[in-house]
């Protein structure tokens, strides 16, 4: 089976944190028929992955028995806040709890849009060797470019200065970190202790599958496409 042969050696990990200030109880929220979590869940496997992590301080899901094929992780309280970054997450599972060699397919479950085959994409760009994370990403208005910061008085461009001055026409192609498919190889995390490091490649995902739910609003967005789909 390709797909199998595909995702061969990889673990999805799926973080689900119990607090939303934007959406409460987003993550196991039914979306379609199906808690918002399992949407990632179903991707995973089709995709190929047959190993499944999720980590979570919800209390349903730790209580009750797994889904098979599907290991849950209790996070503690203090890695379950809004300002706790993914490194930390990332860092009590495959640093303190999982420790052997994997790579590592992080699956966000506010991404319910993606495809299995943008799993299977991002998979295929980091088993090329040439990078040490492949994320997915979307594109963005280029006009950012022209955008800048301010130190006092003084503008600081965010990117090279002509840019400012450039008409929006000649703009390169500028992308955006879309929190759906992330790919990197677990020793090369445990060495870094940041996905902020090394070479970061990318796979391209259309904007219609990169609605990442943070509220009411997206949660019926991304329903009613389902739906339609």
């Known amino acids: 089976m390709r797909e199998a042969e595909h995702a061969g050696g990889c673990m999805a990990l799926i973080p689900l944190r119990a607090g939303s200030k934007g959406l409460p109880g987003k993550n196991t929220r039914l979306l379609a028929g199906r808690p918002l979590y399992e949407h990632a869940i179903v991707q995973a496997r089709a995709a190929g992955i047959s190993r499944i992590v999720i980590s979570t301080d919800i209390e349903a899901l730790t209580l009750t028995p797994p889904t098979p094929g599907v290991v849950v992780l209790p996070r503690p309280a203090e890695l379950a806040g809004d300002t706790v970054p993914m490194d930390a997450v990332l860092r009590h599972v495959l640093m303190g709890i999982i420790q052997e060699p994997t790579r590592v397919v ?12 943008d799993i299977q994409a991002a998979i295929d760009v980091h088993r090329q060797g040439g990078f040490d994370l492949v994320l997915s990403a979307t594109r963005a208005d280029s006009g950012v470019l022209k955008w800048g ?20 026409a000649e703009l390169p192609p500028l992308y955006r970190p879309n929190g759906a498919v992330y790919v990197f190889d677990a ?43």
């Open 106 to 117: 992080l699956l966000q479950a506010t991404s319910p849009l993606r495809h299995p085959s």
């Open 187 to 229: 020793d090369w995390f445990r060495t870094t202790g940041t996905l902020a490091a090394g070479r970061i490649g990318m796979i391209e995902m259309p904007a219609k599958r990169s609605l990442d739910i943070d509220s009411l609003a997206d949660f019926e967005a991304c329903e009613a496409l389902l739906r339609v789909n």
């Open 149 to 168: 910061r301010a130190e006092g008085d003084h503008f600081v461009p965010l990117s090279d200065p002509s840019y400012c001055f450039a008409n929006r």
